[in-house]
């Protein structure tokens, strides 16, 4: 009898617990209720049987049967089997038939349960990644010697997202970024506006060519924190703060803000003002400590308009080497709408950087404002337009203009492909073509040595072939005529090929 309660008892147990977890995969659980609920039935008519015929000996009303004493004891003695059998986890041939098919049906239940518990562990934590290779080659007037010039480098990237609680009705999250790399962009070259020809280069010049480097890129908390009752409220405020890359918050762009996979000239990734100019303050790498709050507004869905205002580190505050004083601050509008069913974004930001430094090496403050433009004007085709513009501080160029597009490769059958096209114009600003012809170094050499007229102009054409989802090639062609505003300076041409593995 004792061997049957516990029978009866540890498969209640495992029914309920098979319940359970068949509430999240209830196609997978339901031959092993069936038999969970079979042996039970088995049980309860033993331990009804062995119960009447205890009854029946205690009364005296039955009288013993020919071999009634002999089945007694036999009964007796499996159920000591079962019940030593259920005690231990074990599984043995020997055991009873019910002993073995319950434990290993638990044994089962078990098992379909870890991954449940371990997805539960798991939720909220997103992970992506990348690793980018780069092989280029320059032509030989782009350097005084006119000799060509080869570089590769590579780049990895890795990005996790940790649910960080709840504050209120927000929700909170923390994301870092480790980022390494190996081998430069082009050296030596003659002067230009562009800064790089391959923006995905991350070497410092101080690291040995032959060592792999790494830092910690990004370290930031975001709280989204809706407003008003409802949890799905159509406003809401988000407040990020710590080590950030600017560009993830401000002046982003559909089609030209991703030198992994689109544009890799630096020209065509960000504002030129902001990157190629320097005025966005940021360290060598692009991080910089800062904090950023904005308000969005998705009332008119699918359109949705934000607001939002950031202070980052500049100078030596961007290396955390020194107090957050004169920051550089940007605030930016932005818009997204549905425009004839196709998808746009508009943003028009403002910026101050107060450790700015100038072309001669000077540090003072800039100023200036921008727009960014994606639009989408076909299944296949989309667009987009930059403008910066410089109102105070020795900038280089004080006005720049890049527009292109993609273009998807469905025409030819190749959907996931794509072809992409852009063009830039990068003027001089007035400080720099009346002073840049006498600037000289330390060692009175002159920087220039010309007088810098027009402005620069950029072209770049890409092909991204997919391998398959994960992997891409990508050769890229670049063209730069009257580098730095130089009417004398020989055109630039870069061909390069690009290798993407993402997750």
Not at 67 to 77: P, W, Y
């Amino acid at each position: 009898m004792r061997a049957a309660r516990i029978a009866r008892t540890a498969i209640a147990v495992a029914v309920a617990g098979l319940s359970c977890a068949s509430q999240a995969a209830p196609t997978a659980q339901d031959k092993l209720l069936a038999e969970l609920k079979r042996l039970a039935e088995r049980v309860e008519k033993l331990e009804k049987r062995n119960t009447e015929l205890e009854a029946k000996l205690a009364a005296g009303t039955a009288a013993p049967a020919p071999g009634l004493a002999q089945r007694v004891q036999a009964l007796e003695q499996a159920n000591q089997e079962l019940a030593a059998s259920l005690e231990s986890d074990r599984i043995s041939e020997r055991e009873p038939e019910i002993a073995i098919r319950l434990k290993a049906i638990e044994e089962r239940t078990n098992s379909m349960g870890a991954p449940t518990h371990l997805a539960k562990t798991l939720e909220g934590i997103s992970v992506e990644g990348s690793v980018v290779a780069v092989a280029q080659q320059i032509n030989g007037r782009a350097r005084d010697n006119g000799e060509r010039e080869s570089q590769l480098s590579w780049r990895g990237d890795l990005g996790i997202t940790l649910p960080a609680g709840d504050i209120g009705a927000g929700k909170g999250e923390f994301f870092t970024q480790l980022r390494m790399g190996q081998g430069d962009s082009f050296t030596r070259l003659n002067p230009t506006f562009t800064g790089a020809f391959n923006s995905l280069a991350f070497q410092p010049q101080n690291n040995p060519p032959d060592n792999t480097y790494a830092i910690v890129a990004q370290a930031w908390y975001q709280l989204t924190t809706p407003l008003g009752d409802a949890a799905n409220s159509p406003h809401s405020l988000q407040f990020t703060v710590g080590k950030m890359d600017p560009f993830v918050f401000f002046d982003q762009n559909a089609i030209a803000d991703n030198e992994a996979e689109k544009f890799l000239n630096n020209v065509f990734v960000h504002n030129p003002m902001l990157d190629s100019g320097g005025a966005v303050g940021a360290d060598s790498y692009g991080f910089t400590p800062g904090m950023r709050l904005a308000y969005r507004n998705e009332m008119d869905k699918p359109d949705w308009w934000q607001v939002s205002l950031a202070a980052f580190g500049a100078g030596e505050g961007a290396k955390f080497g020194r107090s957050f004083n004169q920051p550089f601050v940007i605030g930016q509008l932005e818009y997204g709408r549905k425009n004839y069913g196709f998808n746009g974004t508009y943003r028009l930001y403002a910026w101050r950087n107060g450790q700015y430094e100038g072309f001669d090496g000077s540090r003072d403050s800039t100023t200036g404002w921008g727009a960014s433009i994606d639009q989408r004007v076909h299944e296949d085709v989309s667009l987009f337009a930059r403008y910066g513009q410089s109102t105070s501080g020795k900038t280089a160029f004080d006005r720049a203009v890049t527009v292109g597009g993609e273009l998807t490769g469905d025409a030819w059958g190749r959907g996931a492909d794509s072809v992409g096209l852009a063009w830039g114009w990068l003027r001089a600003s007035k400080d720099f073509r009346r002073e840049a012809a006498d600037l000289q170094d330390g060692d009175g050499n002159f920087l220039f040595g010309y007088t810098p007229s027009g402005a620069e102009q950029v072209a770049e054409l890409y092909y991204r072939w997919h391998l398959n989802d994960q992997l891409s090639l990508t050769p890229d062609l670049q063209y730069v005529r009257r580098a730095a505003a130089n009417r004398d300076a020989k055109n630039m041409t870069a061909f390069g090929v690009r290798a993407l593995y993402a997750f």
